[in-house]
């Protein structure tokens, strides 16, 4: 039987990098039905206050990311998301 994720609930895990501007985390979140792409950048508080997580949602469906990956990383295979 396939995972299938619960409505309005996310999960992320560690990205293995080839790059520092990939994320530090991945993974994908159900918002309301429909699934996207999620993606954290670990970044400092300003004046060493406390620290945060950036992130950007995307459409599972839009895959213009592997394109930016590729060409910031030089790397050919998948992410696995």
């Known amino acids: 039987m396939a995972f299938e994720r619960k409505e309005n609930t996310g999960s992320l895990f560690e990205n293995e990098k080839t790059s520092e501007k990939q994320p530090d ?11 996207y792409r ?7 508080g300003v004046d060493g206050k406390k620290d945060y997580i950036s992130l950007t949602l995307t459409d599972v469906t ?18 696995p998301f």
């Open 25 to 35: 985390f991945t993974g994908k979140v159900n918002v309301e039905g429909a699934l």
């Open 38 to 44: 999620v993606a954290g950048w670990k970044k400092e």
């Open 62 to 79: 839009d895959e213009s990311w592997k394109t930016k990956q590729q060409v910031s990383s030089g790397a050919s295979g998948d992410i």
